[in-house]
């Protein structure tokens, strides 16, 4: 079970539910940076206190459209890696950052892998997936 990441948008939360469904949200209001990676939508990731160390990666076949920024990354990423964290199981861990594009808009999936356990999210940046 992958119950132990949100990731937020306004008041709807995107949660990873298990290794195989997530409700998924659209992300509006992107919003144009220019260089490498011009479209930019900010949106917080919350980890469960006490739960393992998340992965939450870009597949290989987005990395040239979507990266990704959370926490102290100080570049755009296509792996991020967020450590187990002490604390109680109703507390969280929010990490300030969000989505890169290349385009306006994308239904962008990424992976969160917890121990060996995945779950793929889509999110609609900018668009409904």
Avoid: Q
Wanted: net charge positive; proline share 5%; aromatic share 10%.
């Amino acid at each position: 079970m992958i119950a132990v990441v949100a990731v937020a948008f306004g008041s709807a939360w995107v949660t990873t539910a298990d290794g195989t469904r997530a409700r998924v949200r659209t992300v509006p209001c992107v919003v144009h940076v220019g260089g490498r990676w011009p479209y930019w939508r900010k949106t917080g990731l919350v980890v469960r206190a006490g739960a393992p160390a998340v992965t939450v990666t870009v597949p290989r076949a987005w990395r040239s459209r979507a990266a990704i920024i959370w926490g102290n990354a100080g570049t755009p990423a296509s792996s991020l890696r967020f450590a187990s964290c002490a604390g109680r199981a109703r507390e969280g861990r929010a990490y300030a950052g969000g989505f890169y594009l290349r385009a306006r808009s994308g239904c962008v999936p990424l992976v969160f892998r917890v121990g060996a356990r995945a779950a793929t999210v889509r999110f609609g940046v900018g668009r409904r997936c």
